[in-house]
């Protein structure tokens, strides 16, 4: 009996130290997106680049937007300074109200619900600039993305590989 439950713990710690070994292990590139220029809003250096990391640098040529968090700093300021449209201010409130689990639930699935908006300041929409074409790229924000992982920003598009990010787009 006493050798069963040592094998059982012994197997337990394995898979649980195997886990936090791999957790955050993922091999892949940093990439900035600086932010455009948004009429009476001052950013400092640091606050005019989202940063997004990839695993797939390949498909930074199909790039055709941006989704950074509800969470997201740039959010925060804009909204701080009134530089944010009310609908974008609404949306933020009703998904930072929802937990992460809620908000990530069934995130692979055909099925799941994923929302998103343009980031919109006096109606116009903030964009970035996209750092291969120079070409100006949509911010959105989603509550698929989450604040307090990685980056809190993903880049996606119609032709990138990530199914989820087609939904937004």
């Not at 900035?32 to 009429?39: C, L, R, S």
């Not at 006096?122 to 604040?147: Q, R």
Request: glycine content about 10%.
């Amino acid at each position: 009996m006493h050798c069963v439950a040592y094998s059982k713990l012994k197997a337990k710690f394995a898979q649980q130290t195997s886990q936090e070994q791999w957790i955050g292990k993922s091999k892949g590139a940093s990439l900035k997106f600086t932010i455009n220029d948004v009429e009476g809003l001052s950013l400092a250096d640091d606050e005019k680049l989202l940063e997004v990391f990839t695993t797939r640098a390949d498909t930074l040529f199909g790039v055709t937007f941006v989704t950074i968090a509800p969470e997201h700093p740039l959010l925060s300021k804009l909204a701080d300074e009134g530089k944010l449209d009310e609908d974008t201010l609404k949306y933020v409130e009703v998904s930072t109200a929802k937990g992460d689990l809620e908000r990530t639930k069934d995130q692979g699935s055909s099925s799941s619900t994923k929302t998103g908006l343009p980031v919109t300041s006096d109606g116009i929409p903030l964009t970035v600039t996209h750092p291969l074409t120079g070409g100006e790229v949509p911010i959105y924000v989603g509550d698929y993305v989450l604040g307090g992982y990685g980056t809190g920003c993903v880049m996606g598009g119609k032709r990138v590989h990530l199914r989820f990010c087609c939904i937004v787009a």
